[in-house]
């Protein structure tokens, strides 16, 4: 089993940027696919971008490419969203998980453990 606890949300203007971490504690962070999810008020939790176990392998949903970046750090037990030219839309609770399967999803149900949650607030 595997705990994980996002960071380093906040209210942001329009255009600007974002990081948000995603500590692991627990079994070994490297034996897991990480995800980043988000969920907006009355809204499903939505697909943002997975990574691999070894970070060779990166998948984006076409609402963030271009603007987010995903990476990670197995020394560190942490998993990164760089988000940068943020949006209104991109307001919402975001989500880290990990799925302890080879490849990468963008189903939430296919995720085995979550984070509790960090909200990020984009003004216009």
């Known amino acids: 089993q595997v705990q994980l606890v996002e960071s380093g949300g906040g209210l942001v203007q329009a255009g600007g940027s974002l990081r948000l971490s995603c500590a692991a504690s627990?079994?070994?962070?490297?034996?897991?696919?990480m995800g980043w999810f988000r969920q907006a008020p009355g809204q499903e939790r939505d697909f943002v971008a997975a990574i691999s176990r070894s970070g060779g392998m990166i998948y984006y949903a076409d609402s963030v490419k271009g603007r987010f970046t995903i990476s990670r750090d197995n020394a560190k037990n942490t998993v990164y969203l760089q988000m940068m030219s943020l949006k209104p839309e991109d307001t919402a609770v975001y989500y880290c998980?990990?799925?302890?399967?080879?490849?990468?999803?963008?189903?939430?149900?296919?995720?085995?453990?979550w984070g509790q949650g960090t909200q990020v607030t984009v003004s216009s």
């Open positions: 627990g079994r070994t962070f490297s034996r897991y696919v």
């Open positions: 998980a990990a799925d302890e399967r080879y490849s990468l999803s963008q189903y939430p149900g296919e995720y085995d453990y």
